[in-house]
């Protein structure tokens, strides 16, 4: 088995290959030939995990970088792995994988460099850096992700993230996109975000100021935090390097789909 076939299984590419536009077709016809899907997707993945810069990519995937780097823009543009991430969360719903019980919600801070959704972090001296924002169910499979600048309060993702689960396939009854429970952290103690999450039936599970202490995570507040760490194994999401912010959430796609493929 070949790096090819490691890093993009066969049930993976089947996936993948329902979601990506088909390719381009030259009018006139003739031009150089495209570059194998599977080998690219294999490099951005590479890239994704390993953290290696686009310019360091091994010549062992059979395309130069820059078509590498061209191919993942343009399936960034038409959000192709928001759309993998959410056929696999469909496959692991279907299966009854998913557990709507009770999710939670947390982020992460990274530097950065410059570029839109960046700003300085209070928590880095003032470096200028990005947050992920997950949502994940109870058993740490990550929902909803986005990101903001890191001097952006954790509170002002709450319903955005919300709103971006997806309609979820069910083992038995109709799709779903709504927990029973939301766990959260202090940063979350607004009495607006409970009202908001109770208008739509989830049970708030918010930690108060000044009531609870802020030397352990909970009982179920630990699970966002080991979603967390699943997402830091894609080292590309250690620092932000990429200067658009499409390119930077793509790569926090990436990582989900795949903690959401590796369940399956």
Not at 51 to 60: D, E, S, T, Y
Request: net charge positive; charged share 25%; hydrophobic share 40%.
């Amino acid at each position: 088995m070949g790096i090819v076939e490691r890093l993009v299984p066969d049930e993976l590419w089947q996936l993948f290959q329902d979601v990506v536009p088909e390719a381009p077709v030259r009018p006139q016809g003739g031009g150089r030939r495209r570059c194998d899907d599977r080998a690219v997707l294999a490099a951005i993945v590479f890239v994704a995990t390993s953290g290696c810069a686009w310019r360091q990519l091994p010549p062992v995937f059979g395309a130069s970088w820059q078509t590498v780097h061209r191919r993942f823009t343009g399936w960034s543009t038409a959000r192709v792995w928001a759309k993998l991430h959410r056929v696999l969360l469909d496959q692991l719903g279907a299966a009854g994988e998913v557990d709507w019980s009770r999710c939670a919600i947390d982020s992460v801070s990274v530097r950065a460099v410059k570029g839109p959704l960046t700003g300085p972090n209070p928590t880095d001296r003032g470096k200028n850096g990005s947050k992920i924002h997950v949502i994940c169910d109870r058993a740490g499979l990550p929902l909803s992700v986005g990101i903001s600048a890191a001097n952006v309060h954790d509170s002002q993702a709450l319903v955005p993230l919300m709103r971006g689960i997806p309609p979820v396939r069910s083992r038995f009854g109709p799709r779903r996109r709504r927990p029973v429970k939301l766990h959260a952290d202090k940063g979350y103690d607004f009495e607006h975000l409970r009202n908001w999450l109770r208008r739509r039936q989830i049970v708030p599970r918010i930690a108060r100021r000044g009531v609870e202490s802020s030397s352990h995570l909970g009982r179920h507040r630990w699970v966002v935090e080991r979603t967390m760490s699943w997402l830091n194994g894609c080292r590309r999401l250690h620092r932000r390097y990429e200067r658009k912010s499409e390119h930077f959430l793509a790569f926090v796609g990436i990582a989900s789909a795949l903690i959401c493929y590796r369940r399956m």
